[in-house]
């Protein structure tokens, strides 16, 4: 089964990686929670399907364009950890951004139940069940 959650997960950030934030929509559970953790603008829980797609829209908006790219994903039974990079370049300013941060997929069900960002890699892997 895990291996299917890390098929999964990839097919998700090859889209996401060209901008493609629609890739994979059909992997989320219609309840998802998903968590922008403390650190992180909007930080605050989005549930289901509407409000995460609520959120995304807001989240593209200021950009002309943006990419969030997987660079190691980690396997801890039904949650993976992934660390990602984000860049994009500002909408209205032109300013390029670069940042690196974590997140944690958990799966119910064959179904991500719940997508929560972190900044700090010790912070996701203790949520994922994972030793710093």
């Known amino acids: 089964m895990a291996g299917?959650?890390?098929?999964?997960?990839?097919?998700?950030?090859?889209?996401?990686?060209?901008?493609d934030f629609r890739a994979g929509l059909d992997v989320f559970?219609?309840?998802?929670?998903?968590?922008?953790?403390?650190?992180?603008?909007?930080?605050?829980?989005?549930?289901?399907?509407?409000?995460?797609?609520?959120?995304?829209?807001?989240?593209?908006?200021?950009?002309?364009?943006?990419?969030?790219?997987?660079?190691?994903?980690?396997?801890a039974g039904d949650n993976l950890l992934a660390a990602v990079r984000q860049h994009g370049v500002g909408g209205g300013s032109g300013a390029a951004t670069d940042f690196r941060y974590f997140q944690v997929w958990t799966f119910r069900d064959g179904r991500v139940f719940r997508l929560e960002n972190f900044r700090e890699r010790a912070a996701a892997a203790a949520a994922a069940g994972l030793e710093a």
């Open 29 to 75: 559970d219609p309840d998802v929670e998903f968590v922008m953790g403390r650190g992180f603008p909007e930080a605050g829980t989005y549930r289901g399907t509407e409000e995460l797609a609520r959120y995304t829209r807001g989240f593209l908006e200021p950009w002309s364009q943006v990419a969030i790219e997987l660079e190691d994903l980690v396997s």
């Open 4 to 19: 299917s959650h890390e098929e999964a997960v990839r097919i998700v950030y090859d889209g996401w990686a060209r901008g």
